[in-house]
């Protein structure tokens, strides 16, 4: 799994309008709330505004708010304005990669893995985690020891 700046930086900003919601920030609130770059933000939100999740506001009550309920927006669905896909393997979708020999089975994995993947992903929203209670299927995975250690890590006793 890996989550690039523009990502996290998108997910994040959402969570700040999701606060705020009904309430608008502006750019520099959001990137001061969050340290990101402005400038970098300003096109994240663009881009979240193109995709109909967020709607700007100009003048001195404007700025930028979430465009439907916190609670209608899966990061998943954030993740994806960025990203596009949420799992791919050399820009193509796990389903459409084929391998020959005895790798002929792994493309079956990077699909269960993208399913596990999406199915905490879709089935967390933004409301979610602002309101700090993460589903019941998230909040297993979080609670399991090893979930919060990279097995390049050595084992803590």
Known sequence: MRINARVDYAVRAAL????????????????????IPSRFLQAILADLQHARLVTSQRGRDGGYRLALPASEISIARVMRVEQGFLA??????????????????????????????????????LAD????????????????????????EPARD
């Open 16 to 35: 700040e309008l999701a606060a705020a919601a009904p309430g608008a920030l502006t750019c520099d609130k959001i990137a001061a709330a969050q340290d």
């Open 88 to 125: 791919e393997v050399h820009g193509q979708r796990p389903e459409d990669v084929s391998y020959p020999g005895a790798a002929a089975e792994l493309a079956s994995i990077w699909v269960a893995a993208r399913e596990a993947y999406r199915q905490v992903l879709e089935g967390v929203t």
């Open 129 to 152: 985690v602002v309101e700090g209670r993460l589903p019941a299927h998230a909040a297993e995975l979080v609670a399991i020891d090893n979930a919060w250690r990279s097995f390049s």
